[in-house]
């Protein structure tokens, strides 16, 4: 199984400034044959489901604000939030659908500073 | 728009059995994959089972395997859980899912249901 690692656990940011939460892969989770990274972010804000962010680490959903941004490649992932806003205290989650078991990360929480 | 809504959830004793189900609607169900996951009170997210949109594949979590049963009704837009032999590490709340296109990414979620495992 592909181990998702998460870090922070937990951030507190400022209203108005950046949020960067980390997710490494413990294998690569690009797919040589189509160049993309089978990577999403998840954001769960409390009493509510998860809410898919991002997909193929760095598209964002519809709806979804632009201040919202995702990088990286292989096994090192990136989930910025460019100017934090206090709507988007929550927890976030990677995850990786490269193979079953789809496997998360254990969640990072975002808190306002 | 896309709705999942998840019953079934409750209380029950180690050792005994619960099915879930998932009314879907606002897309063509039988088009797409649909999973479970989980989330223990407090905890992180933890896929379960996945069904494709013909029914024909199943997958499932090494932790389930054998004891859950995952299932789909075209005619009533449902998709279903078995759960038998529970023990007290399945109790979670379990969200129905469906997949995009492409099976383990999941872009809708229902609310979920509590299914608590304890004597």
């Known amino acids: 199984d592909i181990v998702m690692t998460q870090s922070p656990d937990s951030l507190a940011v400022s209203l108005g400034e950046r949020a960067s939460i980390n997710c490494k892969s413990s294998?690569?989770?690009?797919?040589?044959?189509?160049?993309?990274?089978?990577l999403a972010w998840y954001q769960q804000k409390p009493g509510q489901p998860p809410k898919l962010l991002i997909s193929?680490?760095?598209t964002r959903e519809s709806g979804v604000p632009d201040r919202f941004g995702g990088s990286g490649s292989g096994t090192d992932f990136t989930l910025t939030i460019s100017s934090l806003q206090a709507e988007d205290v929550a927890l976030y989650y990677c995850q990786q659908y490269y193979s079953t078991p789809q496997t998360f990360g254990q969640g990072t929480k975002l808190e306002i500073k | 728009e896309v709705q999942l809504l998840e019953s079934g959830g409750g209380f029950v004793q180690p050792g005994g059995s619960l099915r879930l189900s998932c009314a879907a609607s606002?897309?063509?169900?039988?088009?797409?994959?649909m999973s479970w996951v989980r989330q223990a009170p407090g905890k992180g997210l933890e896929w379960v089972s996945t069904i494709s949109g013909s029914g024909g594949s199943t997958y499932y979590a090494d932790s389930v395997k054998g004891r859950f049963t995952i299932s789909r009704d075209k005619s009533k837009n449902t998709l279903y859980l078995q759960m038998n032999t529970l023990r007290a590490e399945d109790t979670a709340f379990y969200y129905c899912a469906k997949d995009t296109m492409v099976r383990g990414l999941f872009d809708y979620w229902g609310q979920g249901t509590l299914v608590t495992v304890s004597s």
């Open positions: 294998q690569s989770v690009l797919y040589s044959s189509n160049n993309k990274n089978y």
């Open positions: 606002g897309f063509t169900f039988s088009a797409f994959a």
């Open positions: 193929w680490a760095s």
